[in-house]
């Protein structure tokens, strides 16, 4: 008798194996990401551009430009995916992945770099395609637990990408770091080609019923969604506009030049592990009521907490507050999208989650181009911009969410 492998290993249900592909896709990326973005300003000053403003002003651009187009190509692409299926977009998009990183470790110029940088924001973003891909086919008694995962996966993978990408960048340089990249954008295309199955083929075993797309002016109508997209906005802005900007302040704070990717690369991931600590807790505390507050006090902890990293004189003080910062003041996003999992109709789902999926990537687009605008200020100006955005958003989140923002599910 001849037994199926893959029953002895995946789940049965399709839609599991869909959330098991969309994870493991997520964690190749994210990683791959990460191993070299972060190093951006360094690889930068590699190619000949001269002076610190300089560097951080390009480092911004090259990490703009390419989630800015695809926040605003998302609508398009989505509607795209509707006639043809998501399983075909994010394929494009992988695939669009693996080559921009191979190429991009061959680039002789900056400017190669930007019309790289421009060619990926064209194809597509794949964070744009995750969380509406793993909604689609995720029963409602299963959605926030898997949206919780799925954040905790690309924040654990984002942290993870930074520490190994410094070490790969200080032992192999930041050349070869791409093309290892480039690899795992291939696995991931690979792991969702075999393994996932487009919403279509398996909406009966998921319980769902027909979608429908919807206009983001229908969609500011759902409860609170304007908060939600300001947080996700400004939440993933100040988290962007750490990278090009680090690794140059721990040049100024005494570090030798030898060593900056490493010791770069170890803030940011430490960061970033806070981040998903504090998602893994909140995902367990987030019970009636719970949300609205625990937003505020993370909104508030965030700006007392940038303030003295624009303040410090050492790398270990900068050090401890990132870590602060991620432990005190992260798992914003996982509020918003539980949050939003609970208030957003079925039936629109797919299309609400692109709305803040984009919000999300306008927020990482505009954070790290901003942040090397104020490098020509100070270096540390970025720290203190972002303690004004936290403050800003408490206030307005404070006078605006009301009661809105819960985690009771919506009658369907």
Request: charged share 10%; with cysteine.
């Amino acid at each position: 008798m001849k037994v199926d492998a893959s029953r002895l290993f995946l789940p049965a249900e399709q839609w599991r194996r869909n959330r098991l592909a969309i994870n493991i896709a997520a964690a190749l990326v994210f990683s791959g990401f990460t191993f070299v973005v972060p190093f951006l300003p360094l690889y930068v000053r590699e190619l000949s551009v001269q002076g610190e403003a300089n560097i951080a002003t390009w480092a911004g651009l090259l990490l703009m430009v390419a989630p800015l187009l695809a926040s605003l190509l998302a609508p398009a692409w989505g509607r795209v995916g509707d006639r043809y299926g998501m399983k075909l977009m994010i394929e494009r998009c992988t695939l669009a992945m693996a080559l921009h990183w191979v190429f991009f470790g061959l680039a002789g110029s900056v400017y190669h770099l930007l019309i790289l940088r421009i060619a990926l924001g064209l194809s597509g973003g794949f964070a744009t395609l995750s969380m509406p891909l793993l909604v689609a086919t995720t029963p409602k008694d299963h959605m926030s637990r898997s949206i919780g995962v799925l954040q905790t996966v690309q924040m654990i993978s984002s942290a993870v990408g930074p520490m190994i990408g410094g070490m790969l960048a200080d032992w192999i340089g930041i050349r070869r770091t791409c093309m290892v990249s480039a690899a795992l954008a291939a696995a991931s295309l690979a792991l969702v080609h075999f393994l996932y199955r487009d919403p279509d083929e398996v909406a009966s075993s998921a319980g769902g019923g027909a979608a429908r797309s919807i206009s983001f002016r229908q969609a500011i109508g759902i409860p609170a969604f304007g908060l939600m997209i300001a947080v996700l906005f400004i939440v993933n802005f100040v988290e962007r506009s750490f990278a090009p900007v680090i690794p140059l302040y721990v040049l100024t704070l005494g570090t030798p030049l030898h060593h900056a990717a490493k010791t770069a690369g170890v803030i940011l991931s430490l960061g970033l592990f806070a981040e998903a600590v504090s998602a893994v807790v909140l995902g367990n505390r987030l019970k009636e009521g719970a949300a609205r507050r625990i937003l505020l006090w993370r909104l508030g902890a965030g700006a007392v907490i940038c303030l003295p990293m624009g303040l410090v004189w050492s790398t270990a003080q900068l050090m401890a507050l990132r870590l602060a910062l991620g432990l005190l003041a992260g798992g914003c996003m996982v509020v918003i999208y539980t949050a939003a999992s609970r208030v957003i109709p079925k039936e629109t789902r797919a299309t609400s989650f692109s709305f803040l999926a984009s919000a999300s990537l306008c927020g990482a687009s505009i954070g790290p181009v901003m942040a090397g605008a104020l490098t020509h200020l100070d270096i540390r100006a970025t720290f203190f911009f972002n303690a004004g955005l936290f403050l800003l958003l408490l206030i307005y989140a404070s006078r605006s969410m009301g009661a809105a923002i819960q985690t009771t599910s919506p009658k369907e």
